[in-house]
């Protein structure tokens, strides 16, 4: 088994191959993540082996307001902050973009990569955030999007 590692895409780095079977997220790492990281919207950081990319992410910043939030869902994440500090908008991480490369689909690599960057923003608390919201704006989800949805 090849030796793996993340790494920042800044947008000056080539890309290196990578195919996940989808042609708007292949865009997306090939192209549009390069016009993202200039304009500072989005980071990309991709799982990669020696010679090609595995898997990628995409994280930026942005909030939720309180009002988009079920109750229950506002208890927990306010719990442990004083009344006078709860903002309308909570600071949230988002999941930009997530894909893994079709030879390596299914292993678990999505979601260990997510495990990995939800301890990794919350450890040091990196960019102030309460949240991590990932959009779903595929009309068909993937088991895989249902499961990980669930948990954020």
Do not use: Q
């Not at 549009?32 to 991709?46: M, N, Q, R």
């Amino acid at each position: 088994m090849d030796a793996f590692s993340l790494r920042r895409l800044d947008p000056g780095h080539a890309r290196p191959a990578f195919d996940c079977g989808d042609s708007d997220l292949n865009e997306f790492f090939h192209r549009d993540s390069i016009v993202s990281g200039e304009e500072l919207l989005s980071v990309t950081y991709a799982i990669e082996t020696a010679c090609k990319a595995i898997g990628f992410i995409s994280v930026l910043n942005d909030s939720i307001k309180k009002d988009y939030l079920p109750r229950s869902r506002i208890k927990k994440i306010f719990k442990h902050i004083p009344r006078d500090k709860r903002y309308e908008s909570t600071p949230a991480v988002k999941i930009g973009r997530l894909a893994i490369c079709k030879e390596h689909a299914g292993k678990g690599i999505g979601t260990a990569l997510l495990d990995y960057v939800k301890i990794w923003f919350t450890e040091k608390n990196k960019t102030g955030y309460l949240l991590s919201l990932m959009p779903i704006t595929r009309k068909k989800l993937s088991i895989f999007t249902r499961k990980i949805v669930s948990i954020f």
